[in-house]
């Protein structure tokens, strides 16, 4: 069988820019699987609810979540990110992630709800830079309101009961830490090298 000049372009080119030949995972060790083609940990949709949950209830985990939504990231974005490394590490199958989904972007509005952070659901592209200012001022006040109406669907489309009530329960009775920002009442401290009249 002939090998075409194109075949050997492409493969010449696909080594050159560092990427794999089609057909290379076919010849990995089959005793050194990755950890997506192994049996995932998770096949109960609640088990892995659970645990996504309590990946998400770190207070460091919470903290990163609150300051991405707050710099605009979306919801779909964090949840997706979240869903995939679980996919990655073996956790579950692209199925139960797929399950996952609306749980976990109700777990991170939730947390942004508890913390009085106004989210989006999906980040978008910047196109404003390259409009005049009016036309800025304009697309702004229009984008304003279908984002508050797209909101308002969307979270009246997310079921609350996609979530289990301890789970629910849970995140109601979450502690926030107070943030950095936060003005802070100091008692006054009495030095000893303070004046005193």
């Known amino acids: 069988m002939a090998v ?3 075949a050997i372009n ?3 080119g696909s080594l050159d820019r560092g990427r794999s030949i089609p057909g290379q995972s076919l010849t990995n060790d089959p005793e050194q699987p990755y950890n997506w083609e192994r049996p995932p940990e998770f096949t109960n949709p609640r088990e892995a609810m659970l645990y996504v949950f309590e990946g998400l209830t770190v207070p460091e985990t919470t903290a990163n979540i609150l300051l991405a939504l707050r710099n605009g990231t979306g919801v779909i974005d964090l949840a997706s990110i979240t869903l995939y490394s ?3 590490e073996g956790k579950w199958n692209p199925d139960l992630m ?3 989904m ?3 972007m109700y777990m991170i509005m939730a947390l ?3 913390a009085e952070i106004d989210f989006v659901l999906e980040s978008g592209d910047d196109e404003t830079s390259e409009l005049n200012p009016e036309e800025q001022v304009t697309r702004l006040k229009n984008s304003v309101t279908s984002l508050e109406k797209l909101k308002s669907e969307a979270a009246s489309r997310v079921s609350p009961m996609s979530v289990p009530a301890d789970v629910r329960e849970v995140i109601e009775a ?3 830490a107070p943030s950095l920002l936060e003005r802070v009442e100091q008692e006054s401290n009495k030095s000893l090298l ?3 009249a």
């Open 98 to 100: 797929m399950l996952l």
């Open 10 to 12: 492409f493969i010449q």
């Open 174 to 176: 979450q502690e926030l």
């Open 102 to 104: 609306e749980p976990t």
């Open 194 to 196: 303070s004046k005193e």
């Open 86 to 88: 679980g996919f990655l």
């Open 112 to 114: 942004a709800e508890k």
């Open 4 to 6: 075409s000049e194109k």
